[in-house]
């Protein structure tokens, strides 16, 4: 466009088109900031979701203590090894989509064994009753947070960014300055501001997919204090 038209016909439009580019880049601005307050809420709600499904094994692991000594014994044990396959299977696959179905079944073993229990006095009804809501907790929380890591932003919500980018970085060149270096600053200056924020919007829309997603450190911290508890001096934290 430079080559074909003299530098003087763009610097003598450079008023009418920095309306125009206020309001096509404010349009823009608008689209893709709420597009990244989305996913970043979104983000925000999967880190809290899986805060919250920890937490769930470790307060079932702990409720478990005033059930009989084999149902004791098994919920603990189902509430270990799940938190040990989120940590070496499950976040593996999750970055490719998928699941470990191995944990369904430790949450629904604890489930079933507890839920088949016959409380002999009021302190069994109760750990059976605080025991199977944190179970349930575990289990909704963990459906949640699968359900999420398969919703993103969906590709014609991404083809209205990029035709919007390329508009948008296009028109910059519309303008017409003496220093075509100055120009091209400028303009880059642009592309990499929206770049930046394709690339942000990009690694955030599936929170346990990227580099920057969420790690299995909840889980560690759980593992870790199941294994502290198991060590300590009180005999009704042993398995």
């Known amino acids: 466009m430079h080559r074909r038209f003299s530098s003087q016909d763009f610097v003598q439009h450079n008023e009418v088109g920095g309306i125009i580019i206020a309001v096509v ?51 603990r044990r189902d509430m270990q090894d799940y938190a040990n396959v989120m940590i070496d299977h499950e976040w593996a696959e999750m970055r490719h989509g998928g699941f470990d179905k191995n944990a369904d079944i430790l949450v629904m073993d604890a489930i079933a064994a507890t839920g088949a229990l016959v409380p002999a006095n009021l302190g069994e009804a109760n750990a059976q009753a605080a025991t199977l809501y944190q179970l349930s907790v575990l289990h909704d929380d963990r459906l949640q947070r699968i359900a999420g890591n398969v919703s993103g932003v969906s590709w014609f919500e991404w083809l209205v960014l990029f035709i919007g980018a390329i508009l948008v970085i296009c028109f910059c060149w519309l303008f017409g300055l ?25 690694e955030l829309q599936y929170p346990f997919r990227s580099d920057v ?27």
């Open 25 to 75: 880049g404010t349009l823009y601005a608008v689209v893709l900031g709420f597009l990244t307050v989305v996913v970043w809420q979104h983000f925000a709600s999967a880190r809290e979701l899986v805060d919250l499904e920890s937490a769930a094994a470790t307060d079932a692991w702990h409720t478990a203590v005033g059930l009989p000594p084999s149902v004791r014994t098994l919920v």
């Open 213 to 239: 997603g969420i790690g299995p450190d909840a889980w560690k911290a759980t593992a870790d204090h199941i294994r502290l508890m198991q060590t300590g001096n009180q005999m009704n934290m042993q398995m």
């Open 178 to 202: 003496r220093n075509e270096q100055t120009h091209l600053l400028m303009t880059s200056t642009v592309a990499i501001i929206i770049v930046s924020m394709l690339v942000l919007l990009f």
